[in-house]
């Protein structure tokens, strides 16, 4: 077998790192690539910055450590992680990282939104706005809010508009407050479950402080709140009953609407990121998969007996991160098997027949409004699960990638 050729000089990429309990987190912004290093691997990347070469390392580390640590294996990693510019002098082929969006948009221009006084305005906001609703009947919310009118094409157009709208700004939110930190954030389709859905990638995030992670983690649902909010004082300020009354208590709902959704934690919601943040987890959803399938393994008798503990995946965690995976898993396993038992008796059956029974009607002799109707449905319908489908299999060729 051919050596693996290791570098005796490199030069490394910008790199951004914050301790995190008894490591590193470390890693390049412009690619979004981060890992977690113990002292001595973070000690090696100083070490190779102010020029040293990589025999030189070794033997520093040694004196400084009395332990013998892989210099040469830790650089192939830096390699592999993009993270060396040059090696011997010869720069390193690699993809140029993709421009973010908004690329004029400067930390400096959105540091605003880090303020600590924005989210406490927004509390006074929702809080006023509660108020109101529980105490004036007119402001009341229930499903005949949505039905602001008795025409049902007005009403959907309004929904859709007013839904679409707060969910690209519900984004927006998230890359704005991310991009303050330097963060560049990316927003991009994706999935979760049978679900389709549009997501923000702030990769990076994890450098910034807490207080500045969590802003943004909490970004879109501070949107969706304010809005609400904004509404409902907007309805109070008009007559009862006119048509902006009723449109804006109609935008107010449809801002709460989204909300729930934040609460199913199983499927990496703005809430989850909040959950694994503040459980000090690493990978929560990743650890929660590979301790499910651990179990999963065990109660099918495949792997070692109950109680070995070479066969617990959790175990080789720091204690509290494995409390937290054995009891995130629970609910990543119920809430999965709920969400797949209602695609499985709910969603599969009623698209199938929609989408069979607009096949059947594109046959010869049918009306032509039946056709018309058929086509929609396919068009919509059907290319609502091809986007699924693509964007599926996109994501999963890039973390594979990764």
Not at 104 to 115: D, I, K, N, S
Not at 208 to 234: D, K, Q, S, W
Not at 341 to 370: E, K, M, N, Q
Not at 374 to 393: C, E, K, N, Y
């Amino acid at each position: 077998m051919a050596d693996v050729w290791t570098p005796t000089t490199v030069r490394l990429h910008p790199l951004a790192c914050r301790r995190d309990r008894d490591e590193w987190i470390v890693g390049r912004m412009a690619t979004g690539r981060f890992v977690a290093l113990p002292e001595a691997g973070k000690r090696v990347i100083e070490l190779l910055q102010e020029g040293l070469t990589v025999p030189d390392v070794g033997v520093r580390l040694r004196q400084e450590t009395g332990e013998d640590v892989d210099v040469p294996e830790f650089v192939t990693a830096l390699m592999d992680l993009e993270f060396v510019a040059e090696a011997d002098g010869h720069p390193v082929p690699a993809a140029p990282p993709k421009p973010p969006p908004l690329a004029r948009l400067r930390p400096h221009h959105v540091r605003w939104t880090l303020h600590p006084a924005l989210p406490l305005m927004a509390g006074a906001l929702v809080a006023t706005a509660l108020f109101l609703v529980a105490t004036r009947p007119e402001l009341a919310l229930d499903f005949r809010t949505l039905l602001w009118t008795s025409h049902g094409s007005l009403v959907l157009a309004l929904h859709a508009a007013a839904g679409w709208t707060l969910l690209y700004v519900h984004e927006l939110a998230h890359l704005l407050t991310a991009r303050a930190t330097g963060v560049p954030g990316r927003i991009e389709l994706g999935t979760r479950l049978q679900f389709l859905v549009l997501q923000t990638d702030i990769s990076g995030i994890e450098l910034a402080p807490r207080r500045h992670r969590l802003t943004a983690y909490l970004a879109g649902i501070a949107v969706n709140l304010t809005t609400f909010a904004l509404a409902v004082l907007g309805a109070a300020a008009v007559t009862p009953g006119t048509l902006p009354h009723r449109v804006l208590l109609a935008v107010a709902l449809t801002a709460l609407l989204p909300l729930p959704f934040q609460l199913m934690v199983f499927m990496r919601t703005d809430l989850y990121f909040v959950l694994q943040d503040l459980t000090g987890c690493r990978d929560l959803y990743g650890e929660g998969v590979t301790y499910a399938a651990y179990v999963g393994r065990r109660l099918l008798r495949r792997t070692h007996r109950p109680g070995s503990p070479a066969g617990d995946p959790s175990a080789l965690l720091p204690r509290h991160e494995r409390r937290a995976v054995r009891v995130y898993t629970v609910v990543l396993v119920v809430g999965t098997a709920a969400c797949l038992g209602f695609l499985a008796a709910i969603t599969l059956p009623a698209d199938l027949t929609l989408l069979s029974g607009a096949v059947s009607a594109l046959g010869p002799g049918r009306p032509v409004s039946a056709t018309l109707d058929a086509a929609a449905v396919l068009v919509f319908l059907g290319g609502l699960h091809v986007l699924w489908a693509v964007t599926w299999v996109r994501n999963r060729r890039r973390r594979r990638e990764r």
